[in-house]
């Protein structure tokens, strides 16, 4: 009997430690369950998890516009994250995910504070067909301490979020439709979670800076957010934006149906397994040439669209300016994630023989076509980097710093340039990412086999990535080095998500100056930031002084 008592008393002080976990709240669709989480170094927040913003695209929705997520009945479960998006495993080459996938994550410290808190929301990268919203890579552990609320999304990849076969039965950007509605949820219901509708910062990181940017540019966005980051990514980037329509059909063909019919292609498509579908996805269109890494399923012009994304061409966007707060930049080192890490196959010594051989290999397509504008040859563009030096294991960094230029530095200076000659001067402000260590969450988890400030390097500076815990890593312990550039990192981006202005109480941070000084200011980021100024014409990635 009195063990029964015990078992009893245990079992509902279990119970009740259980539900002091729990956490509810009321959104348009219906009532959510959270959870508390005790997070990196003490920090405790309210988590919810795997929360529709729109139906599942399958079926007659696949490559279809999202719709928006339907009420539910009774009370959802959010402390458990949705599905990720259907993709090619970087480490394990499986396929995983399922198409149903358009899920979004909360995190917050009050769902009533005395006043609202700016909201963050982040947009992952993958290069358009890798990555999730959930916190493998993109833990809330060091953002939320600083009174924001943090909101991350999936959204559908490669060919289920970028298919366009250039006709109104499919029109492409299914991805960067997806973020707009999540976008939309997210207006509508933030309060619920003690957030400001009317102060949203949309960021992103690589491919995910790109749709960053192109949703700024995009008149279906208007309205949704006040502020945005692009870090290592713009639309100019030559891998960002493709005017290619072809992708689809080749994509059929592979598959056994080989037509130029854009509605016999997608009638067939519509038809194939997910998994099978994303798998063949990349195989499809590659070739040998994997040494420019050229990407497929990209944001494209859709203006076949009853609703899109790009009534005109984004260049035009562009060229008028962001006329928001854009906070924008690229890490030291970027090329070296291109050529030694785990996110692509390193590039062996017979891949570099062949770069050695012919240049032309290393340059991707768009690139390569506007040298002439530009007025250099390939000649010329190699002897920048490598003068009369072999390409070899010798001259990696080398290497690298010629991808790193012509996959990110280039589109980033375009862009700020474009600002500037655009008059929205005033509110753009550049970085330069230039904190090494050895320590470095990202490089030890993506093997990243060369030293200097790779891409993907920032981020272990402003999210936990919980993939860490299998590499038997912890956060940043206080006191070091690494805590502190976190906890100064993730003050500049806050700050600007609150006020506009990454450092307002030092106002350390300058923005660019008039179109009549074409020099670029800039905060250099490592342990001690200073403002600094890139010269115009005499950097390395200005290839027109060449």
């Known amino acids: 009997m009195f063990f029964s008592v015990k078992a009893h008393l245990l079992l509902q002080l279990a119970f009740h430690i259980y539900a002091m976990n729990e956490i509810r709240v009321q959104v348009e669709e219906g009532k959510l369950k959270g959870v508390v989480v005790n997070g990196c170094n003490n920090v405790r927040y309210l988590a919810f998890r795997g929360i529709p913003y729109a139906k599942p695209p399958v079926g007659e929705l696949r490559f279809k516009d999202p719709v928006p997520a339907e009420p539910w009945c009774g009370e959802r479960d959010a402390t458990k994250y949705g599905n990720i998006a259907v993709q090619i495993d970087r480490f394990t080459n499986k396929v995983v995910g399922d198409e149903d996938c358009l899920y979004l994550n909360v995190y917050t410290m009050k769902i009533e504070p005395p006043r609202k808190s700016a909201v963050m929301v982040w947009i992952h990268g993958g290069g358009y067909f890798l990555g999730s919203g959930n916190p493998d890579w993109y833990g809330p552990d060091y953002i939320i301490k600083k009174d924001v609320v943090l909101v991350s999304l999936n959204y559908r990849l490669a060919s289920l979020g970028f298919l366009n076969l250039n006709d109104t039965v499919i029109t492409g950007n299914q991805a960067v439709k997806d973020a707009i509605m999540a976008l939309k949820w997210i207006k509508k219901n933030i309060k619920a979670f003690g957030g400001d509708p009317e102060k949203i910062t949309i960021f992103g990181e690589s491919a995910g800076a790109s749709m960053v940017h192109a949703l700024a540019l995009s008149p279906l966005a208007k309205g949704l957010f006040q502020k945005i980051i692009a870090q290592s990514g713009v639309l100019l980037n030559p891998w960002a934006f493709n005017e290619r329509m072809d992708s689809g059909f080749r994509l059929a063909k592979k598959l056994g149906k080989e037509t130029s019919d854009p509605k016999v292609a997608y009638e067939f498509l519509k038809t194939v397994d997910a998994k ?271």
Not at 379 to 401: A, D, G, P, V
Not at 462 to 468: G, R
Not at 523 to 546: A, V
Request: charged share 25%.
């Open 276 to 546: 099978t579908l994303i798998e063949n996805s990349l195989s499809a269109i590659a070739t040998e040439e994997k040494l420019s890494v050229t990407l497929f399923w990209t944001i494209t012009l859709d203006n076949k669209s009853s609703n899109p994304v790009f009534p005109e061409h984004p260049k035009e966007y562009i060229r008028r300016g962001i006329q928001i707060p854009f906070l924008l930049g690229f890490n030291r080192d970027e090329g070296i994630f291109l050529i030694r890490s785990n996110f692509l196959e390193n590039m062996s010594d017979k891949d570099l023989q062949k770069v050695n051989d012919d240049f032309k290999r290393a340059i991707l397509p768009n690139v390569l076509s506007m040298l002439p504008k530009i007025g250099i040859t390939v000649e010329e563009l190699r002897y920048h980097y490598f003068e009369n030096k072999e390409i070899s294991e010798k001259t990696l960094m080398n290497y690298s710093y010629y991808k790193g230029d012509e996959f990110f530095v280039r589109g980033v200076r375009d862009v700020v340039e474009l600002q500037k000659s655009s008059g929205h001067f005033k509110s753009t402000y550049l970085y330069h990412f230039d904190y090494e260590s050895e320590t470095s969450l990202m490089r030890t988890v993506l093997n990243i086999g060369l030293p200097g400030v790779s891409h993907t390097e920032d981020l272990g500076y402003l999210f936990f990535p919980e993939i860490v815990k299998s590499s038997n890593l912890t956060c940043p312990k206080p006191g070091s080095n690494d805590y502190k550039m976190v906890n100064d990192f993730v003050q500049m981006w806050t700050d600007f998500a609150k006020t506009g202005n990454p450092t307002p109480t030092t106002n350390l941070w300058l923005p660019q100056t008039g179109p009549q000084n074409k020099d670029y200011n800039y905060l250099n980021i490592d342990l001690n930031p200073q403002m600094k100024i890139f010269r115009y014409g005499k950097e390395r990635w200005d290839w027109e002084s060449i």
